[in-house]
């Protein structure tokens, strides 16, 4: 360490390196996210954070039942959902609202699977909408939670797969 005067401080690389990675970290538990300085408290969530701060949800599978997303809207945030519950696909048809548009169902029992809302009809498969499928889960994902995971995803992953259109993953 050398000092220049009493109100300058030279440290090493590493103990530099070392000070400001402490603090970002403190930072990090203070503030929670950049949403804090622009207005949104986020730390009252009722869900935990990984590493990345992204949220963590244990989703309830549900036998015999397929998820409605009528709307690219509804798919894409269904989809951020079951990230966060660490659900993934059997396959690498990430996008599969283009299939089928608005007729769109998922079936979220052992893994993924997808179909057009008649045919899930057909099996006699319960069919929810996102919402009631939100309003089961224990605790239930409120609309706080999904925007808190959307504005996640919108920040960490703006270029998911997920996102991209079917076309571009052939």
């Given at each position: 360490?050398i ?16 000070k ?15 949403n804090q ?18 949220p963590?949800?244990?989703l309830k599978?549900l ?11 509804s ?10 519950g ?7 048809i ?33 069919i929810?909408?996102?919402?009631e499928f ?6 239930e ?6 925007q808190?995971?959307?504005?996640w ?8 797969k ?6 571009d993953?052939?």
């Open positions: 360490m000092t220049l005067n009493k109100s300058m401080i030279i440290l090493p690389h590493e103990e530099m390196i070392e400001l990675e402490n603090t970002r970290i403190k930072r990090m538990n203070l503030f929670g996210n950049l300085y622009m207005g949104s408290d986020s730390t009252n969530s009722n869900f935990t954070k990984d590493e990345n701060r992204k963590i949800l244990i599978e036998e015999q039942t397929a998820i409605h997303t009528p709307t690219q809207e798919y894409d945030t269904l989809m951020q959902i079951y990230e966060c660490n659900w993934k696909w059997n396959t690498e990430y996008h599969i609202w283009q299939i089928y548009r608005k007729n769109s169902c998922i079936v979220a029992n052992n893994n993924f699977q997808f179909g057009h809302i008649e045919l899930i009809k057909k099996c006699n498969q319960k929810l909408t996102p919402k939100y309003e089961i889960q224990k605790p994902i409120t609309p706080k939670m999904i808190e995971i959307s504005q995803f919108e920040t960490n992953k703006p270029n998911r997920s996102k991209r259109c079917i076309l993953l052939l």
